[in-house]
């Protein structure tokens, strides 16, 4: 005889059904129907044809696709970089035996609660206006005119802004990391004579290894699928310096009737971020192994 479902069975499918449903039909479905699109010449509207691979062949040969993602890699590696060492300096800081210790956690943690749009807005008002004013009243030659209006240094004001956001979640995440470790470890370090330099490389980092684990793999995937900061801030300009592949698939998918074919650039771009992400967590379990 079938045994009869309990309370505590019937509130747990009760739960995740509705769940799963929802994440079926807001993820899942629409991530089948863009890779069916991708096989086709849809334009985002009104009918289309099959062509097979050719929109996956044609990426190869775009210029404008090579030059975005050449951008994103470069942000990405630059982001994850200054990320990480940035958040795990602030962890360091804000672990240590500090007055008003959860008062500052809050305040660095505020960046993160804000919308990436917002503070896109905010940042282009600080880097069009304030900085150029400042720089003419202080005769600052460099300062006079705005970084996003310059081909070669706009990329470095959106870096500024990724980066302002996203070290508040990382240095949370790094200071659970570092209250696991014990306290008779740096006891003994203590005793052994270590100065906090070697403190800190022989014992600290060791046992935090897979928390930056963690912060390596969350913060490339994050940079590398930038676009508010693009959206807010620069566009994709000036003469598309600053255009992310997050921006391309939605500018010229959503609005250049190349649907079709930014939707294989978006399944093209989901399997390079999972193979990155693999990379990276082989190359640092690996790590944690030899440590």
Known sequence: ??????????????????????????????????????????????????????????LFSDARV??????TFKYALAGTVLVNVLSLVMALGLNSCIRFKSALRGIYFVPNILGGLVIGYIFSFIFTYILP???????????????????KYAWIGVLVVGVWQAVA???????????????????????????????????????????VTINLVLSTKNLLMVFDQI???????????????????????????????????????????VAISIFQMTIMNKKEEQL
């Open 133 to 151: 004013a400042v720089g003419m009243a202080w005769d600052i030659g460099w300062m006079k005119n705005s970084f996003l209006a310059s081909e």
């Open 231 to 273: 959206m807010s801030l620069t566009k994709g300009g000036p003469a598309q310096s600053t255009e992310s592949i997050s921006y391309l698939i939605y500018r010229n998918g959503m609005d250049g009737g190349q649907f079709g074919f930014q939707s294989a650039n978006a399944v093209i771009f989901f399997f390079v971020i």
């Open 1 to 58: 005889m079938k045994s009869k479902m309990t309370n505590r069975d019937k509130t747990f499918w009760a739960v995740i059904i509705p769940v799963l449903i929802l994440f079926f039909a807001f993820n899942t479905l629409p991530m089948i129907k863009g890779m069916i699109y991708s096989f086709t010449n849809y334009r985002g509207y009104g009918s289309y044809d099959y062509v097979g691979l050719r929109n996956y062949m044609d």
């Open 169 to 211: 979640m990382n240095t949370i995440i790094y200071i659970s990391g570092l209250q696991t470790v014990p306290q008779e470890v740096y006891e003994a370090s203590m005793l052994d004579g270590a100065s906090k330099w070697k403190e800190f490389w022989s014992v600290t980092f060791p046992l935090v290894i897979p928390f």
């Open 66 to 71: 090579g030059k975005s993602y050449l951008f």
